[in-house]
């Protein structure tokens, strides 16, 4: 008995008592080499349904519970170790006239194309979702406003310059990148959207930032 609790205790799952019989062993064994299998398929199925969960069903990216919730993790890392955060807001300009001229069909390869074009463009340490509609939300950690403007021009540029063949139009987007400074999530996205929106205004294809307001 002390040799099955030591047995169990190190991690044992079942045990055979010697002489064993050959045709019992391998029926525990094979019992149990498919329990494994089992487990492991139900925990890759729960990966992956919970990915399913936080992802948006067109584009890929986070959808916008999750990114938001991704949002305040990094914000409260921010506060923690005092390290910089930006993030960028933007918009496909005039994205309602694309729909109407082309079709909801080439509206959905405008917003994956772009998604696929962000992903492609951002470094692994920033995260992207999609924030609603035609608007995304990009989290760059350990950013200071200003090296974000670099990257959100950078990526506005690139998606201006896609090619939709058989379609005469170009893709723009207007943004605004707001840096954390110890206000909650609530603020920071005003923060940004009040950018995004002067971005707007001034004529559109551009990333607004505070020393540019």
């Known amino acids: ?77 921010s506060n923690r170790h005092g390290n910089p955060l930006s993030i960028l807001m933007f918009d496909i300009d005039k994205f309602k006239g694309v729909n109407d001229t082309y079709g909801h069909k080439f509206g959905d390869q405008v917003l ?11 470094r692994k340490s920033d995260i992207c979702g999609r924030y609603g509609g035609e608007e995304f939300l990009i989290i760059l950690p350990n950013t200071e406003w200003r090296q974000g403007l670099v990257l959100a021009d950078k990526l506005r540029k690139k998606i201006k310059n896609l090619k939709w063949p058989g379609k ?36 559109r294809d551009q990333v607004r930032a505070p020393e540019r307001v």
């Open 112 to 122: 994956k194309k772009t998604a696929q074009t962000i992903q492609e463009s951002i």
């Open 168 to 203: 005469n139009v170009i893709i723009s987007f207007s943004g605004g990148i707001a840096q954390h400074e110890g206000e909650n999530i609530d603020r920071l996205i005003v923060k940004a959207d009040k950018l995004l929106y002067q971005a707007k205004d001034k004529g």
């Open 1 to 77: 008995q002390e040799d099955l609790d030591r047995g169990f205790k190190a991690g044992a799952v079942d045990y055979v008592v010697k002489p064993f019989h050959a045709t019992e062993l391998l029926a525990r064994t094979k019992a149990h080499i498919s329990l494994k299998i089992a487990l492991d398929q139900l925990k890759q199925k729960k990966r992956q349904l919970a990915e399913l969960a936080a992802k948006d069903g067109l584009t890929g990216l986070y959808n916008h519970r999750s990114i938001l919730e991704i949002l305040q993790k990094r914000i409260s890392e």
